[in-house]
């Protein structure tokens, strides 16, 4: 069976996990010192990437996991619930637009003609 990682793959995690345990080992633009193994795993694997060895791919989420877009949609759509106080005042509020403007629309038709 053929190897996931190549042998310069494995010893750049190497070093990263030595460099770890050293105390020495920096992360990202923040420059934090690492405290985890697994970060330092991490670290390796994506230096090795980015030099081009044979390193898989980043783990992405399983699709399955995920909701289905109908649910995340109906999720979305409820949100926060109004008063009714408020939600009887935007309906009537747009009623009474909706008639300014109709009778505006009315007169300013017969004036034309």
Do not use: W
């Not at 053929?2 to 070093?15: L, N």
């Not at 770890?20 to 090795?48: F, M």
């Not at 060895?53 to 619930?81: D, F, L, Q």
Request: glycine share 8%; net charge positive.
């Amino acid at each position: 069976m053929a190897r996931k990682y190549s042998k310069k793959a494995a010893a750049k995690v190497e070093r990263a996990v030595k460099k770890t345990k050293a105390g020495t080992l920096k992360s990202g633009r923040s420059g934090k010192t690492v405290k985890s193994r697994k970060q330092a795993i991490a670290i390796g694997l994506s230096e090795a990437r980015a030099e081009g060895k044979k390193v898989p791919p980043k783990k992405t989420s399983k699709k399955a996991g995920k909701k289905s877009g109908a649910k995340n949609a109906a999720a979305k759509k409820s949100g926060r619930k109004t008063s009714t106080a408020k939600a009887g005042a935007k309906t009537s509020k747009a009623k009474t637009s909706k008639a300014k403007t109709s009778k505006a629309k009315k007169s300013k038709a017969r004036a034309s003609k």
